[in-house]
């Protein structure tokens, strides 16, 4: 029982190990845009990006995850596991949608950038902040031109 039960973790370390090493998983822990675009799918996003207003300003992660150092490399595991697992199960849509987490992360990554315009509009507009959806309205400034 013992031995059957060492060759299963053995095999299931050895195909997460190759899995992640395929994969190229050390990249995702970098800053680097480029790290992004390993997978197929995010190559529009990626050349969408590098004519973005934001291109000189802001990389992926400065959008896509939180800033504080435990909770990004948490957002980043989450993201790669269902990322891994659409890809694997090939059960993703297409073109790709940003999740609920992911969206409520965005906004709150524009409007730390933007604080003194966002407390501008809820001021002049009564908004609440929480509220604010930024890319409702302005969907191209992260990837450029939306089709």
């Known amino acids: 029982m013992k031995t059957l039960l060492a060759i299963l973790i053995g095999a299931l370390l050895g195909v997460a190990g190759y899995t992640f090493w395929y994969g190229q998983g050390f990249s995702y822990l970098s ?25 000189a300003e802001a990389t992926c992660n400065d959008c896509h995850t939180p800033h504080a150092l ?5 957002t980043k595991a989450e993201n790669g596991f269902w990322h891994s697992k659409g890809f694997t199960l090939q059960d993703f849509h297409e073109p ?21 315009l966002v407390s501008e509009v809820i001021v002049t507009h009564g908004h609440d902040e929480s509220r604010l959806d ?11 031109p939306v089709r």
Do not use: T
């Open 70 to 74: 435990i909770p990004k490399y948490l």
């Open 134 to 144: 930024c890319i409702r309205c302005h969907a191209s400034v992260g990837h450029g």
């Open 31 to 55: 800053n680097d845009p480029v790290a992004c675009k390993n997978c197929h799918i995010m190559n529009e996003h990626f050349d969408g990006w590098q004519k973005s207003s934001h291109h």
């Open 96 to 116: 790709i949608r940003i999740r609920p987490h992911n969206k409520h992360v965005l906004n709150n990554n524009c409007r730390a950038c933007h604080q003194e």
